[in-house]
């Protein structure tokens, strides 16, 4: 795979749900942008002669052999994008996919297990609010009266935004006749960090996604006037979320760990008025669950020490909740040993893999290096060059469990 | 006035514009809302045989006696709120201005002078962002063409909204020939802290608005990927946000001053994304312009070092600055003579006698007692006791004015 012709495939998608102004993505779950993406997809697929499926959660499906037989390997990622998200989260698993199949039939590689390719809806959760929906759905770690409630930040449902884009909502739910096909699921994904520039490599496979979870923070104090309220009167609810923020930085800085408060809404949010509510949304991350229940522990017990000084109120909420995910240590050493050693690294995402790793399916993830190590946002990156390595290693991976 | 009589007028004014799940007001200016307060200014203002009329800047005046020959007392305040304001912060002038005038009558005073009520359009500046606007355009302390650039959040302009309420903004700009008449302005307002609770006084007289001003911040950081991102590797501007809140905080009660942040907003606000950008906004206020100047310094100071530390950037920049009103004290001491000598204090809240102080016109406030010291949110209050007190105020400082 030469670094040219990685790109001209992958120029064909980029433009797809980039905004001009940022070069950041808009690729929303069921959005026109999401849906190009789709239809790019397909066409992609039936060019390569492989069998076109979506199943009864959206998502998308490319078969090389007939998938009915089971035990087939396979592979793929995400269109979604967060909000003004860099274009390799998720398409570049996809992109990869197609051209390490290209490889293998280059290489005139005959395999005997069947080859699939997936793009899994909602990924991101970035419209309704719940990550890896799609792969959740699947394999029923969902509840589906929960899904069909969820609604986007406009009011509009899944099940309308699903049916205006022409999929049938009528069979969300677990798909276990689909999941039964898949003896083995690779995931390749752009890096999400700067390990991979540190070790100087280009490939990188997963060991394990840390345990992580998301929690509402609600601080409650009193709405008063800015100009005319004495500091000693204040019962200001935006010095303890500020306290907060600081708090979980630190604490996380001191377990090696990742804390993070990237959302906030302020009530009134007017210039001249003390807010009377400030909701903050506390993302935390550690390398095992002892080390992030000490970490969150921490930091509520700071802050509600901080409240009752500023004279408001904390309410912590656990909105998501994701143990840890070990993924199969056998098939993770089978590819280590077909790559030549690649470097091992757990990570701090959590991805589709996880959800089917979860389940049971023997799981892995492969990593291109990313020189910035920004993601989730317009500067995320790899070379082309990268990306080549990336299909290589992956048609190797496939070649390896598909042909032997 | 009976605390009763004061009631029975007041009832009638309070549900409009009020939020019933918070008891909040949202009388935002030439809103539904508002359009129903000036319709009742009109009702009362005729019922009581005063002539009406809507200035080109869409204030309403009501008169007794002809205005056309000058030298005016004359007396009001604004009906539109912050939002989820309380229903004493503007109203309050108004209802009392009629009852004032009420005890005149009942009194059989015979004015000399002519008497006007006046409700000023948007003083909160909570729909367009400029506060005092109806009494800054009609002084000219604004320039036209900003003012006709002005929207609200959804887009809508002044002039249009003006023109969907039925008042020509075609006309929108000084108007001497109006502000000529008025020979004196006293504005009766609740007060918004708790000097007169402390003081154990229903009725106060200002001394002087503390100088103020809004400052815009906005830091610039590295948006990012919350579970993958390293802390060392991180540019997160809510963290240079979260200590510009306290450091804020800390620096007005060093000062004796006020410094407030209200109002922020997070790009791209993902609870799994590191903010790029945080705006926040500061309302800053203190006795004296020097110290309001070392204050905002400080802050300014200081978070330019922790932006530094953080590697992310803040940009601050003015949005208003207001400097000290000194009430005419000619007339502030014959008000304190005719009350019995009551509380003079400041206030750091900006009202439309401050506009009007700045042209040179002998302008003077009365304040009545808040049990909570609660303003711009719904707990603040007034008993209509005080209320009655309020009045009764007033009408003799009109009475002393307008009848010797």
Redesign the interface.
């Known amino acids: 795979m030469t670094p040219e012709r990685f790109a001209s495939l992958w120029r064909s998608l980029e433009p797809i749900g980039r905004d001009p102004s940022t070069d950041g993505y808009l690729r929303y779950a069921w959005s026109e942008a999401d849906l190009a993406c789709r239809e790019w997809f397909v066409e992609e697929a039936l060019d390569r002669s492989l069998t076109v499926e979506t199943d009864r959660n959206g998502n998308l499906w490319a078969w090389w052999g007939d998938p009915v037989h089971g035990d087939a390997v396979v592979t793929g990622s995400h269109f979604d994008s ?3 998200g860099g274009g390799y ?1 998720g398409p570049l698993g996809i992109v990869s996919a197609l051209l390490a199949l290209d490889e293998l039939r280059d290489h005139g590689s005959a395999p005997t297990r069947p080859i699939g390719i997936v793009a899994f809806a909602e990924e ?1 959760g ?1 419209r309704f609010g719940l ?1 890896c929906l799609g792969s959740r759905l699947l394999t029923g770690a969902v509840e589906v009266d929960r899904v069909r409630s969820l609604v986007d930040r406009d009011g509009v449902s899944l099940v309308r935004a699903m049916a205006d884009a022409g999929s049938d909502p009528g069979g969300l739910g677990p798909d276990p006749e689909r999941l039964g096909r898949v003896g083995a699921f690779v995931e390749l994904h752009v ?4 390990a991979l520039v540190d070790l100087a490599a280009a490939v990188g496979v997963a060991s394990a996604i ?1 345990p ?1 979870g ?1 929690w509402r923070l609600d601080f409650r104090g ?10 000693a ?1 204040r019962r ?1 609810p ?2 303890t ?3 907060a ?2 708090t979980a ?1 630190e604490e ?2 001191l377990a090696s760990a ?1 804390a ?5 809404e ?11 509510t400030v909701t903050g ?1 506390l ?1 935390a ?1 550690a390398a095992d669950q002892s080390t992030l229940d000490k970490l969150v522990g921490a930091i509520s017990a700071r802050t509600e020490e901080r409240a009752g000084h500023d004279g408001t109120t904390i309410a912590m909420t656990a ?1 998501s909740a994701s143990p840890i995910t070990q993924f199969d240590a056998g098939l993770r050493d089978r590819i280590v040993a077909t790559l030549g050693g690649p470097p091992v690294l757990a ?4 991805h589709d893999a996880g959800v089917l790793a979860a389940t049971g399916i023997p799981t892995a993830m492969l990593f291109v290096r990313n020189p910035t ?7 995320e990156r790899a070379t082309d060059a990268d990306c080549a390595a990336g299909v290589e290693a992956l048609a190797s991976v496939l070649e390896d469990l598909t042909c032997r």
Not at 260 to 264: E, K
Not at 347 to 350: D, E, L
């Open positions: 967060v909000p003004q989260d991101e970035s990550a890096e999400q960090g700067r840390w992580h998301r009193e709405g008063n006037h800015a100009g005319t309220t004495r500091m009167d200001d935006m010095l979320f500020a306290y923020v600081l930085n996380a800085r990742h993070t408060v990237g959302r906030a302020v009530t009134p949010n007017a210039t001249n008025a003390i807010a009377a949304w993302d991350r909105e990570t701090g995402a959590g190590g920004v993601s989730h946002a317009p500067a």
